[in-house]
């Protein structure tokens, strides 16, 4: 299918495959391993730091973060252009990984007597995470992980099966939604729609965009916000807006 090459989605490529270039640079803000180990220690690592800034983050704009710089997002799209299979069931694994992993991250705290410090650069000294050849040994392994999920479960798969990120984000965009806080999301009118389902077919998240639509409630706990639906419908049924949960539908 051809896509609608808008400048809004120009922009958000370039930044997130400009993020991805330098995911050897910041791959240990990311890393599930240095939060826990920090822990232990009482420290709140620069990776642990990052989830609760993104947590925070997700009550105002979501999991724009997700579609416009996450390194492993851009990695699954390159990664989709081999298996584009839309992956729509069984988001629930992901709490399979997350859930044992955020436990121990409490469990180390406790055990370490509490929070004694705030460091950023722990485990990652001189600010660099891969800065030796061995360290590229684990960055392409990481890759590779990522690589093999994709290829063998489709669009996004790490996204659905494996994130222990999206999760904070998820909770804070329930937090939001329960408290009725306005935020960035989408919004769509279904009187202009005419059913091409086109809004579907380019959703990297493989929410069926049109049936949101269509009940007038855009709503999703796995929309990163990438505009992609928005950008292919050439009916301009969706867009963007900052508002509550109530208002997405457009006026
Ligand atoms: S792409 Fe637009 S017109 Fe087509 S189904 Fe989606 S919202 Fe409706
Ligand atoms: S619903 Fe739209 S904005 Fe959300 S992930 Fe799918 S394509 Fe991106």
Redesign the pocket.
């Known amino acids: 299918m051809k896509k609608e090459n808008t400048m809004r989605q120009k922009i958000r490529n370039t930044i997130i495959f400009i993020v991805f270039l330098s995911f050897p640079v910041i791959l240990n803000y990311f890393s599930p391993y240095i939060s826990m180990n920090g822990a232990f220690e009482g420290i709140i690592s620069g990776s642990l730091l990052l989830f609760g800034i993104l947590f925070v983050s997700s009550l105002l704009i979501g999991r724009a973060f997700c579609?416009w710089t996450c390194p492993v997002g851009c990695f699954q799209d390159i990664c989709a252009r081999i298996n584009n299979k839309r992956r729509p069931k069984h988001h629930w694994i992901k709490y399979l990984v997350w859930t044992p992993w955020f436990i121990f991250i409490v469990f180390g705290f406790v055990r370490a007597g509490g929070i004694k410090k705030i460091h950023p650069l722990y485990m990652t000294e001189n600010g660099i995470s891969v800065s030796d050849p061995m360290q590229f040994v684990t960055y392409f392994t990481v890759l590779f992980v990522f690589l093999i999920l994709a290829l063998a479960a489709g669009r996004h798969a790490f996204c659905h099966y494996g994130c222990w990120i999206a999760p904070f984000m998820i909770f804070g965009r329930k937090t939001r939604n329960a408290i009725g806080w306005h935020s960035l999301q989408?919004q769509a009118n279904p009187e202009s729609c005419i059913d091409c389902k086109t809004?579907t077919k380019?959703?990297?998240?493989s929410?069926d965009?049109w049936h949101q639509v269509k009940t007038a409630d855009m709503e999703?706990g796995?929309?990163?916000?990438?505009?992609?639906?928005?950008d292919n419908c050439k009916q301009g049924v969706?867009g963007y807006a900052f508002g509550s949960r109530k208002s997405s539908q457009k006026n």
């Open positions: 579609g989408l809004c380019n959703c990297p998240m929410i965009v999703h796995d929309c990163i916000l990438c505009g992609q639906c928005a969706i």
